[in-house]
């Protein structure tokens, strides 16, 4: 019923950009909570930054000062600029939301999008 599609992952050199987009369709009455999260190979996925109660924000400290994370509440989708990219961010990202579906009777369910790579290389 609710599906979470992400986009803008890629190859890019150390230093460099990428926005990624996740966007959330089906029957959403609300969405609780956004963020994102990411999995290196041989390693537990991790957050990277959330929104947390409100408009409150939570990074990682390897990205602080590098990633932001934003939002379009109207468009139910969750974004990630990441500016000065390392190697060690390479990993594959995904986006996760608590969503009330239906009418609203039913309590959060967490949804996860399907991933993006993300490859920081020269």
């Known amino acids: 019923q609710v599906q979470l599609v992400e986009s803008g992952g890629g190859l890019v050199q150390p230093g460099g950009s990428l926005r990624l987009s996740c966007a959330a369709s089906?029957?959403?009455?609300?969405?609780?909570?956004m963020g994102w999260y990411r999995q290196a190979p041989g390693k537990q996925r991790e957050l990277v930054a959330v929104?947390?109660?409100?408009?409150?924000?939570n990074y990682a400290d390897s990205v602080k000062g590098r990633f932001t994370i934003s939002r379009e509440n109207d468009k139910n989708t969750v974004y990630l600029q990441m500016n000065s990219l390392k190697p060690e961010d390479t990993a594959v990202y995904y986006c996760?939301?608590?969503?009330?579906?239906?009418?609203?009777?039913?309590?959060?369910?967490?949804?996860w999008g399907q991933g993006t790579q993300v490859t920081v290389s020269s």
């Open positions: 089906g029957s959403i009455f609300s969405i609780n909570a």
């Open positions: 996760n939301m608590w969503i009330v579906t239906g009418w609203g009777a039913a309590s959060p369910y967490m949804y």
């Open positions: 929104f947390t109660s409100g408009s409150s924000t």
